[in-house]
């Protein structure tokens, strides 16, 4: 039988789902009251959702956490590539006191389970009509909804924290026409796994002290390119009323090309089940529609295609993306001073510290404008943008950060000190809790607001962009007759890829910065190519040309923590 994901169908489900919450869950003997959770009573562990009662744990000074609430069916056999369904109802109450599996995945190793469509919900008792923060982590290939828990910003920022958990890799994220065969269906089945579990939030979220009607979907890495996109999507209009998008950038993928690395890549394994004696052959098998494809595709052991890599996320379909949308939620977009000082090694070589400073320092300017200045000038024009800088930890700071300087994933430890970035640095010096008290503080305007506090982004800002100081009394200092404003971040094991493979470096001919940095910006553009992997192409060029290394030395990037 095809499977194919129908935009009209999922949304008329979706109300489907909403008219059936008038209907009894329970027993009239065990059902919850109205005033048991939420507007007119503290919030206590005992919950009740639309699917059933859940008990999660309970902390120190009314600090509540939930996790692995189920908001879809396991999307496993004929199921592992359509559009989620809602998960079985249950009478007796769920036990939320522990972390639920991570999405399946692999690291070294496969890890997890594609049951994974759970979420976790932190809160407080007092909580009552707060607003919404629905995070996305790091990675569209690994991590989970524990990269980020939300306890300290629960406290903090005065909301309600929900993260996610959705499937992962060539699980989450696949256009084979086999799978994609109907004439409105989409790859994108993450994204799809995002909005069923917006849908739960808006019916569920008032249980747990949550307003509803004030959502944020935030983002990091290649959650924050998730998240930007669906700033523009039609498919989630009226889900989520803001966005924040952190090192994120955007970039979305051509399905055409996407279906053809992906038949390249699923081919070795027809051939090892005797399917076809070549993998050109088995390729060419994958790229039709016809239902023995997905029959073999959805036979297979999740192992074997957890291991083949990392697929192309965010296809360019039409349906729940497409290339020329503009936000239609105010968006704040934030990045780190040095985003990439964490993707080179120290220790490469002799002459690798030239090679290091030229890296670092343009391939963070890249970096910073690839996830705001370019998402802006994509996305802006609809709804107002803001753009901040973490610029925290480096040279010229009281308190440095050594060989990362403001990393990539620095705004996580900021957000919370049990973060997966966490111990890449020490935070506790007074300049650090400032800066975190601060960055919290624009997050919380956000999301009651819809500003965290300074001067929205417009075409004409240029390259400029606020960055925020930790400590600094009164207004901000003005750089190029510009205001600016602080913020910082770091990464660890739910952000970029662990590792990249070798890059060839090859000579060029010598080209200033400035040139350089704006034929890959044009070249970006025009290419509409994932901006980590393009950035270090073509930033190893330069290096290459400016270092006078040899044209056969290969250079291995890793991140400088692995947490």
Request: glycine share 10%.
């Amino acid at each position: 039988m095809t499977h194919c994901f129908s935009r009209r169908s999922f949304l008329k489900g979706s109300a489907a789902a909403a008219a059936a919450l008038t209907s009894p869950l329970l027993p009239a003997d065990a059902a919850f009251s109205e005033t048991e959770n939420g507007l007119f009573s503290p919030v206590s562990a005992l919950c009740q959702t639309q699917y059933g009662p859940v008990k999660g744990r309970e902390g120190e000074n009314g600090q509540l956490c939930w996790y692995g609430i189920p908001y879809g069916a396991a999307p496993t056999g004929e199921s592992r590539w359509t559009a989620p369904q809602e998960p079985a109802r249950w009478l007796t109450v769920r036990d939320c006191t522990s972390p639920a599996p991570a999405a399946y995945q692999y690291t070294t190793f496969p890890l997890g389970t594609e049951d994974c469509l759970t979420l976790d919900v932190y809160s407080s008792a007092e909580a009552k009509k707060r607003p919404v923060l629905v995070y996305l982590h790091g990675s569209a290939a690994t991590g989970s909804s524990l990269e980020l828990p939300g306890s300290e910003l629960v406290r903090d920022a005065g909301c309600v924290f929900v993260a996610l958990n959705y499937r992962l890799g060539l699980f989450g994220w696949n256009c084979l026409p086999a799978l994609t065969s109907g004439s409105d269906a989409a790859g994108n089945f993450a994204l799809l796994d995002i909005a069923r579990a917006l849908d739960w939030v808006k019916e569920n979220i008032h249980r747990f002290g949550g307003d509803a009607d004030n959502i944020t979907l935030c983002g990091f890495s290649d959650g924050g390119r998730m998240a930007a996109a669906l700033a523009g999507s039609p498919l989630f209009r009226e889900r989520f009323q803001k966005a924040v998008a952190i090192s994120g950038g955007l970039s979305l993928a051509d399905p055409d090309a996407a279906a053809q690395k992906l038949a390249e890549n699923f081919a070795p394994l027809a051939v090892e089940d005797g399917r076809f004696a070549d993998t050109a052959s088995a390729a060419e098998w994958l790229l039709t529609p016809g239902a023995d494809v997905r029959e073999w595709l959805c036979g297979l052991e999740p192992a074997r295609i957890a291991a083949l890599g990392k697929p192309a996320i965010l296809y360019a379909d039409d349906v729940v993306l497409s290339r020329d949308a503009r936000s239609a939620v105010p968006l704040l977009l934030l990045s780190s001073a040095t985003e990439f000082s964490g993707f080179v090694r120290d220790d490469l070589r002799p002459a690798s510290s030239a090679a290091r400073a030229y890296a670092v320092k343009y391939g963070s300017a890249l970096c910073r404008w690839s996830s705001t200045e370019a998402v802006a000038e994509a996305l802006g024009g609809s709804a107002p943008v803001w753009l901040g800088l973490i610029d925290y930890g480096g040279a010229d700071s009281q308190t440095a950060i050594p060989g990362l300087g403001s990393f990539h994933g620095l705004p996580l430890a900021l957000f919370s000190s049990e973060s997966s970035y966490s111990a890449c640095a020490d935070l506790s010096s007074a300049g650090a809790q400032a800066l975190s008290a601060r960055l919290k503080q624009a997050l919380a305007s956000f999301m009651t607001s819809g500003s965290p506090g300074w001067d929205a982004w417009t075409p004409q800002d240029g390259l400029h962009h606020p960055q925020l100081l930790p400590g600094y009394p009164g207004k901000y200092p003005r750089r190029h007759g510009r205001r600016h404003v602080p913020l910082r971040r770091r990464k660890g094991n739910g952000g970029a890829p662990l590792f990249f493979r070798s890059l060839l470096l090859t000579k060029q001919k010598r080209t200033s910065p400035i040139a350089f940095i704006g034929e890959v910006r044009s070249c970006f553009i025009q290419r509409l190519m994932p901006p980590t992997a393009f950035l270090i192409s073509a930033l190893f060029r330069y290096i290459a040309a400016s270092a006078s290394m040899n044209s056969s030395s290969a250079v291995m990037v890793r991140p400088a923590c692995m947490a």
